[in-house]
Each structure stands twice: as structure tokens, then as C-alpha cells.
């Protein structure tokens, strides 16, 4: 199978011919070959997208919109294993964790935002002598960029609303993880849907993602990936006025009181250090505990990471699996070495797993947990994006929200204890824009997701997701 893009409903290789290998990074074996895609094709796709919103699918109604979206869902879910395969072998992630949470998510996001678009509402807004309404009408035609760690999950979570809200799409996935983009522009041009309301073009970042942020037919960028990339978009798109919605990295704090229950918690908060081999925006990289439960914390995960099955991501006992490249592995690995420069003990793993061949190749590496670092070092402040977490005591509330806020991320935090007034005063003071209480990456589609400061500008997520999505227009009528 090699990849193609997909432009007005056909599926075509870059116009240069030229091609990039696709790598599985559990095996380091090529899986196949995706377009290496320029400028030219992405002026391809932009003019496809255009045409769209200028004929058929520019008219389509609420309804038809919708049931577009339910059937993308519902192709997804009967195929959820062939989908979950392919994310697993793109992404080196358990093939568990795609059955279970990454397609499952994906269908979700195609059905949520066809509801959402099926029951919204505009305003009216009355004066003594007129009245206003305001109606919401779609962008025109959207870039949608996303980064390797959860490729059809994010992809679908930009595609979903902008689809649904009546936008021409044109998307690029991540040059590392292309498997199950390709496999949603297949159950796009299944349907029928009509031609260039879904455009994908394969590619690098720099090639093809400048090219659609500079682009002037492209009206908005919704962009996941990490901040340094995230402000080359920003700049790039500010010369067009595009509108923009930036989910960028972070450095998330797990905050640990003294009256946590561990006993409820502790899976849970192992979930959100390691959970996809530590590659989630989300996960809490850095465990802020009271001095007086931070060996016991430490101890019993230390227990907890020894149960974890590490190998062979399409064995469905693995719970976890490879990360995603080989470059990846090699910086998360620098910041093993620079903790233990910066005098860190590596109290679980800190190595790469012994596993038989092919495996032996693959970008494994063990969950590994580091104690005895200031929180102000290098490790300890930022992004490294993979299984490795460091745990820093604290002796007050108020030092554990200082540690927790001194970074320049602000995406999200999870506080564990059993005070509910604390827990408030917490997560008022923490400057980040999601906080769970007693849990980790619990999702309402419908509540605001997004972070402050350097993890990025905007929020998705329901109404928010339809207000980026759109722009409203004001008719106000003389009585
Ligand atoms: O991501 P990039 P990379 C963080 C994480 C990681 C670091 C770098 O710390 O180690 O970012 O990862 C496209 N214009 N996150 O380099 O480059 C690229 O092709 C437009 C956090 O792999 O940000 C891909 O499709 N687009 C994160 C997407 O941007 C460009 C998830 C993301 O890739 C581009 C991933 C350009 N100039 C990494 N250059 C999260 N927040 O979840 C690249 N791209």
C-alpha cells in the first residue's frame, strides 16, 4: 500500500512524484510510502476546497452536513480494528489503547459535533425599534494541522467540527504517523462525499504545513503540535490575517496532597505520567507530592511501573509500547542523561527494554522515574514528551502552586486530594487552562480544551469548536 493525497475526491501523488518512507517505529522496518507533497499541491487542495464551498457542498444543508459526519462515524466503528491496527503500527501505542481510546474517540468526535451542529443555536438580540439576528456562517476553507501522538483522535477533533459547520477542509497529518489520515480520506470518498469538502495532502512540516499557513485561500489554521513549530504557524499566519487556534505543548503538573487517597488514585495518576508512553499533551510530567507522602508515592510506583507490560504494541496484553520515532527516542534519551547530570537518581528504568527481533530495533524504552531534582532545572521544566517523570516534594499548598505555575507552559494540571476547599483554592490559583480534581483526561466533549501562557491560544471543544469554526454575521432589521 503506498499513500496518496486526496484532492477533489481522487487520490493522486504529489505532483513531484517524490515520496517519504513511512517507518514502524516498534520494528524500525518501512511500512510504506507516503506523497512527499510541495507548495503546488497544496495550492491543488486549496483549490479544491474552494470549488466546494462554491458549488455543492458550499449548499449542503445542516442535515446533510451531519449525516456526513454520523456516517464517517459510523464507517470508523465498523472498522475500529482495522483502524486500530493501523494507528498501533504507525505509532508504536498498544494496540489496546487505539481499540480502546484513540478510534473510539475519533467516532466520537464525527457523532458529538453532528449533534452539535444538528441542535445549535444563533441569537436575537431585540431593541425598542429593531431587531439584530445573528446568523453563523462557516470559514470557508480551513488548514487543519496535527502532530504524531494521537493521530486520528486530533485529526478527527478538527475535521468533525469543521465538516459539520460547513467548511472545505484541507488536512496534513503528521509526516510520522500518515496510516489512519489515509484511511479516513478512504471512508470519505466511500461515502460520496462531495469532492473537495475533505482534501489531505501528505508531507513534511516544513514544506507543506508553511505552505497552507501562508496560504491566502486558506481562511483559518487549527494547528496541534509542539510550541516551537506552533509560533512559526502563528507568525506565518498572521500575514494573512488567518484565523487561529494553537494547541501547543506543556509541562504538566500531578499535584499529590498529604490527605490524597492513593489508594483510589494511584493507577490514575500513573496513567497521566505514562499513559502513550508519556506522548500526550497532557500527561503530568512532573509529580508535585507533600513531603510527607513522597516516599511512600514514589515506592508504590515504582511498584505500579513494574506491572506494566512493555513489548510488542499488537499483542493485546501490552500496555505499553514503543514511542513514536527513533529521532523522538533519541531526544527523550538526552533528558535521561541531562537529569542524571543534574544530580536526579532514576529510581525505575532509565533504559531501553530487552526485547527479542524484530522488536530488539524498534524505539522502546522503559518507563523511567526520577527523584532528587530541583524543580527548576532543565529536566524538571521542560517539554520532553515521552515516559519520563520526575517526582518533587513540596511542605505547603501554596509552594505546590508555585512549582506548579513557575513554567512557561500552562496547558493542564490534576490535583489528588481529599479537600474539596483546597481543591478549589488549587485550581483557581493554577495558571493552566484545563484542571481535574481526583482525575486525569476525563473528556466532556462539550467543556473548553485548551492551555495559556506557551501552550497556546484558543479554545476547542463544543460551542467553543463552532465558534472557531465559523464567523458570525449580524442583521439587524429596522421595525
Ligand atoms: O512536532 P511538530 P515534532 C512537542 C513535543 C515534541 C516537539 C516536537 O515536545 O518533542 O513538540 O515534535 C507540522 N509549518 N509536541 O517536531 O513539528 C508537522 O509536519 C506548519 C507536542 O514532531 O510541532 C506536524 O504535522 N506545520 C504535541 C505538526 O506540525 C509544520 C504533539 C506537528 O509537528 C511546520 C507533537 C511548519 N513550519 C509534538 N513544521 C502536542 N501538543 O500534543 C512542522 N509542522
Redesign the pocket.
Known amino acids: 500500500m503506498r499513500l496518496e493525497n486526496y484532492v477533489g475526491g481522487q487520490f493522486v501523488p504529489a505532483r513531484s512524484a517524490a515520496t517519504l518512507d513511512d517507518i514502524g517505529p516498534a520494528t524500525g522496518e518501512v511500512i510504506t510510502t507516503l506523497p512527499r507533497s510541495g507548495p503546488e499541491d497544496v495550492d491543488d487542495a486549496v483549490r479544491a476546497a474552494t470549488t466546494a464551498m462554491e458549488g455543492r457542498w458550499g449548499r449542503a444543508t445542516v442535515a446533510e452536513r451531519a449525516d456526513l459526519c454520523d456516517a464517517i462515524a459510523d464507517r470508523i466503528e465498523a472498522e475500529l480494528d482495522r483502524f486500530a491496527a493501523l494507528e498501533s503500527l504507525d505509532t508504536g501505542k498498544p494496540v489496546q489503547l487505539a481499540r480502546t481510546v484513540d478510534i473510539p474517540r475519533a467516532v466520537s468526535n464525527f457523532r458529538f459535533f453532528a449533534g452539535a451542529v444538528r441542535h445549535g443555536r444563533t441569537s436575537m438580540h431585540e431593541m425598542d425599534d429593531a431587531i439584530n439576528y445573528t446568523v453563523r456562517r462557516p470559514l470557508g476553507v480551513v488548514g487543519l ?6 493521530p486520528l483522535y ?1 485529526l478527527s477533533w478538527k475535521v468533525a467540527p469543521a465538516l459539520a459547520t460547513g467548511n472545505a477542509v484541507v488536512a ?5 504517523t500518515p496510516l489512519t489520515a489515509s484511511a479516513l480520506a478512504d471512508v470519505v470518498h466511500r461515502l460520496g462525499a462531495p469532492p473537495g469538502a475533505f482534501n489531505l495532502i501528505h ?4 514544506e ?3 505552505a ?2 501562508e496560504h491566502p485561500g486558506i481562511h483559518g489554521i487549527s ?8 509560533k ?2 502563528g507568525a ?1 499566519a498572521s500575514a494573512t490575517f488567518k484565523k487561529l487556534s494553537l ?4 509541562k504538566n503538573a500531578t499535584i499529590v496532597l498529604d490527605d490524597a487517597d492513593l489508594d483510589a488514585h494511584l493507577a490514575t495518576i500513573a496513567r497521566a505520567s505514562f499513559a502513550n508512553q508519556g ?4 500527561c503530568g510530567s512532573r509529580i508535585l507530592v507533600h513531603r510527607s507522602r513522597h516516599d511512600e508515592l514514589v515506592e508504590r510506583l515504582v511498584a505500579h511501573l513494574g506491572t506494566l507490560v512493555v513489548g510488542d504494541p499488537r499483542d493485546p496484553a501490552t500496555t505499553f509500547g514503543s514511542l ?2 527513533h529521532a ?1 527516542r533519541d ?2 534519551e538526552s533528558y535521561v542523561r541531562l537529569a542524571r547530570e543534574e544530580g536526579g537518581t532514576v529510581v525505575y528504568g532509565g533504559g531501553r527494554p530487552v526485547l527479542p527481533a524484530p522488536l530488539d530495533a524498534g524505539a522502546f524504552l522503559q518507563p523511567t522515574l526520577i527523584t532528587g531534582l530541583s524543580p527548576s532545572c532543565r529536566t524538571a521544566t521542560e ?4 515516559p519520563v517523570v520526575s517526582v518533587h516534594p513540596f511542605d505547603s499548598d501554596a509552594e505546590a502552586t508555585a512549582l506548579a505555575n513557575s513554567v512557561r507552559y500552562g ?1 493542564a494540571a490534576a490535583v489528588f486530594t481529599e479537600g474539596l476547599t483546597r481543591a478549589h483554592r488549587i485550581a483557581n490559583d493554577l495558571q493552566t487552562g484545563m484542571v481535574w480534581v481526583n482525575c486525569w483526561l476525563k473528556r466532556d466533549l462539550r467543556v473548553p480544551f485548551g492551555g495559556v501562557k506557551d ?2 491560544v484558543g479554545r476547542e471543544g463544543g460551542d467553543y469548536s463552532m465558534g472557531f469554526y465559523t464567523q458570525d454575521k449580524n442583521v439587524c432589521i429596522q421595525l
Not at 172 to 176: F, G, H, L, Q, R
Not at 203 to 206: K, M, Q, R, S
Not at 383 to 386: D, K, L, V, Y
Open positions: 494541522i496535527t502532530p504524531w501522538n494521537l486530533l496534513k497529518p503528521s509526516e510520522i508531507g513534511l512540516g516544513a507543506v504545513g508553511q497552507m499557513t494547528f496541534t503540535g509542539g510550541t516551537a513549530t506552533g512559526r504557524v506565518a494547541e501547543l505543548g506543556g506522548q500526550i499533551c497532557l513514536t520515532s523522538h531526544k527523550v517539554e520532553i514528551f515521552g496547558l501552550s497556546g
